[in-house]
T-cell receptor
Framework: EDQVTQSPEALRLQEGESSSLNCSYT??????LFWYRQDPGKGPEFLFT???AGEEKEKERLKATLTKKESFLHITAPKPEDSATYLC???????????FGTGTRLQVFP | GAVVSQHPSRVICKSGTSVKIECRSL??????MFWYRQFPKQSLMLMAT?????????EQGVEKDKFLINHASLTLSTLTVTSAHPEDSSFYIC?????????FGPGTRLTVT
């Protein structure tokens, strides 16, 4: 069964304190792994798509990496405005469906 | 680009009534749209896949007669919650695919009293 597990469930960081969020997955055949950011009461905002092991993508303070079993979202020198829930999702081959993890709630304090 | 809108953003209805939620792709055409449901502090659960010009495909455990989906055009899908009950209260989110990635609407908060 295709499955996505994210850890930690919640993370509290001081402003400037870098850290990583983990997304472990099992899927019959990976078509793509997606990272989204979701603010309270809003829909998810697309961040990255990763397709194959070894791939990395960056956007401002965020960097996403992918291996055959997991993905990491690295946050460098976070700011309070980075506070949100970060969702990971996988897409298996031959489908457009996404399977989401439960997310990591990030709080960054000044 | 890749903007998806939803209407309304919030709706309160009485138990037993029906509520319609619209999902529109504003700057692209979408043959496929998706409807999700999200409970507080939980992740997104796919309810159904909406296909333009054909019947929607529902996930296991989702009542198709309760959650009616109509994909009337390449830019509009609607979700109608029929005979709503308080347990249908939730955050409903749609998404669409302009090229490959799914882009999400802002969500609709449904409260059934």
């Amino acid at each position: 069964e295709d499955q996505v597990t994210q850890s930690p469930e919640a993370l509290r960081l001081q402003e400037g304190e870098s850290s990583s969020l983990n997304c472990s997955y099992t899927v019959s055949g990976l078509r793509g792994l997606f990272w989204y950011r979701q603010d309270p009461g809003k829909g998810p905002e697309f961040l990255f798509t990763l397709y194959s092991a070894g791939e990395e993508k960056e956007k401002e303070r965020l960097k996403a990496t992918l291996t055959k079993k997991e993905s990491f979202l690295h946050i460098t020198a976070p700011k309070p405005e980075d506070s949100a829930t970060y969702l990971c999702a996988v897409q298996a081959t031959n489908t457009d469906k996404l399977i989401f993890g439960t997310g990591t709630r990030l709080q960054v304090f000044p | 680009g890749a903007v998806v809108s939803q209407h309304p953003s919030r709706v309160i209805c009485k138990s037993g009534t029906s509520v319609k939620i619209e999902c529109r792709s504003l700057d692209f055409q979408a043959t496929t749209m998706f409807w999700y449901r999200q409970f507080p502090k939980q992740s997104l659960m796919l309810m159904a896949t909406s296909n333009e010009g054909s019947k929607a495909t529902y996930e296991q455990g989702v009542e198709k007669d309760k959650f009616l989906i109509n994909h009337a055009s390449l830019t509009l899908s609607t979700l109608t919650v029929t005979s709503a009950h308080p347990e249908d209260s939730s955050f409903y989110i749609c998404s669409a695919i302009p090229i490959y990635e799914q882009y999400f609407g802002p969500g609709t908060r449904l409260t059934v009293t």
